[in-house]
């Protein structure tokens, strides 16, 4: 994941909060926790990399068990919890995982489809400290609706955030990349603007759970690069005149990081400092600190390989968990992205790599750096494992 602002820039919503856990992660604490705390799911979207549905799996965690594990990622300072699905809202006891939460002083980010937020929901949000609320749009209407198997969600959807925002909670507006959502995708960047979002969050399509086997169904690295250029541009527009603006969030496609970097130092932009951050935490931040929970306590480094996992938290502690998750940065990549000047700074997809290859440390198959991309001297320098303190730990 790459938040555009607040990596480049140093002028996103979340920079503060990146910041802390850029300092978890260089402490070797927990940098960011992704929960999806219940599989069950009132909608049926087509590309749904979990495939969730109506059914809790029987071995999901207990309300006592959940509440535990809050409190150990309490105990180890984490900064940022996202607790996700399925659908979040309709786990039993929801708000008194929030409430949990809020007691260590865990900021928490709720990924939903919003279709459970009314007045008093968002006014508990709000209550509750949750900085923002993330959910998804994928075109018009009809499409929408088609595509999560539900009629009436997209309405209920834009109202939601509506309310939200009325309310004074953050949103991000999410959506999946593929070539069904393409055409409507500049639209959505410009809705979520009109509803006073304050970031965008654009991931590549992830070929897991209902989408396997979709990957003719990606969009293309020329369609990637053509948004990496919008958005550079709207990000440098909205910065350099001091407006609100959006912050993009990149997810899935780790090579965005590099391509943009070396757009910026194209401009002459000094990104030194967005360099030496990457070294710490990297466009993939799959083993820096990054952890992931399903709602059976599996411990995986990515949320969006929910077969991949490492060990249960039924088993192990935080700490050991995290050691754990350290430990994949001692193996080494392998294939083109082993190969690459930008590996530090990128790492590539490894989810893609094990959905490919069965081989997280395998070469990430969507890289959307052009073969014929010239690679400036000076991000090669900058983007070279030693030249940054602390680098090479």
Known sequence: MAH??????????LT???DKAVKASMLGRPSEVIWNITNRCNLLCDHCYMAADAKARPAQLTDEETIDIIRQLGESQLPLLFMSGG???LRSNFWEMLAEARKYGIQTTISTNATLIDRDAAKRLKAAGVSFIATSLYGPEEFHDALVGVPGTRKRVAEAIKILREEGVGVAVKTALSKDTW??????????????????????????????DGEDNRITAEQWRELADFILEDSIKTVESKQKGLEYDIGAMPSFVPYIAEKLVERGYDITATMERLKIMNACPVGKGHM????????????FAQDWTIGNVRDMSVKEAVDSLLSIRKKPVTGKCGECEYLNICYGCRTKAWHAEGDPMGEDPTCMLDPDFQRSERLVRMASPCCVSGACS
């Open 4 to 13: 555009v602002r607040s990596l480049f820039f140093k002028d996103g919503p």
């Open 183 to 212: 055409p409507f995708i500049y639209d959505l960047i410009q809705e979520a603007k009109d509803l006073d979002a304050g970031l965008i969050y654009l991931c590549d399509l992830i070929t897991s759970g209902r989408s396997e």
């Open 292 to 303: 992931n929970i399903n709602s059976e306590g599996g411990i995986m480094p990515c949320q």
């Open 16 to 18: 503060a909060i990146e």
């Open 87 to 89: 659908e979040p809202m």
